[in-house]
């Protein structure tokens, strides 16, 4: 909703930014983006897009059971890399934000926090600090720590894909026994979730990757590329 003062215009800002982003994108994992709507709802500005039955992915793992689990890792990965390949950092990348395609592909969606990183690395972004807690690096959560500000970045993403792995095998969230200030402060420490023990078991190799993801310098993190080395454990 847009109020005739300054909220309305950052609103609006935020939504044209996300559809500037959007429209440029386009990858069988990256949902599209049909354009603007202002009639549907009168009042409110909506960034349309096909509808997906399947729902999330989490759904559909639910629903259909796990057998193709590293089948949409890997297309969740490849939809990162691209993302990355064109200089956009995600930023609140997680299951309830990948849905699944009437082809039954993952499709990364909700660009909500989408930032070019050319433009970021450059742009305080520090009055915005929304997105999903569990899912957030080391350097997102205590930024000052790492003697940095709060920005997000490639090597954020990464780390989420990390706990995208994590969620989709177990069906929740990153430490989901604890309350989010027990997750700041061991996220903060260098502290990680236990490996899965629930079937299907995930493979060392995928194992050693999602290790990888979460480095706690994000320096040392693997790139997106390097992501599709979940290829091998498929």
């Known amino acids: 909703m847009f109020y005739r003062d300054e909220a309305q215009r950052r609103i609006r800002a935020q939504i044209c930014k996300e559809a500037l982003v959007w429209q440029s994108l386009q990858h069988p994992s990256i949902l599209p983006f049909l354009g603007i709507d202002q ?19 989490l759904k559909y793992l639910e629903s259909h059971g796990m057998a193709n689990v590293d089948r949409l ?30 082809g039954w592909n993952a499709c990364l969606a909700d660009f909500g926090l989408t930032s070019f990183s050319d433009v970021t690395a450059s742009t305080d972004t520090s009055h915005n600090r929304a997105g999903s807690l569990r899912w957030m690096a080391p350097e997102l959560i205590d930024p000052e720590k790492f003697g940095q500000r709060f920005l997000r970045t490639p090597a954020t993403d990464v780390y989420a894909f990390g ?34 023990t629930c079937a299907p078991t995930m493979s060392d190799t995928l194992w050693d990757l999602v290790n990888d993801c979460w480095e706690q310098q994000s320096t040392n993190r693997p790139l997106s590329e390097m992501l599709y080395g979940t290829e091998r454990c498929l």
């Not at 792995?165 to 996220?187: M, N, S």
């Open 39 to 57: 009639e549907t709802f009168p009042g409110y500005l909506c960034l349309a897009s096909p509808w997906m039955e399947q729902g999330t992915v």
């Open 73 to 102: 890792l890997f297309e969740i990965a490849e939809g990162l890399q691209y993302l990355h390949s064109q200089q956009v950092v995600h930023g609140d990348l997680r299951g309830a934000n990948i849905l699944i395609s009437n």
């Open 163 to 196: 706990c995208v792995c994590l969620e989709l095998y177990t069906g929740q969230p990153p430490f989901a026994d604890f309350r989010e200030t027990a997750v700041i402060l061991k996220v903060s420490d260098g502290v990680r979730p236990e490996r899965p």
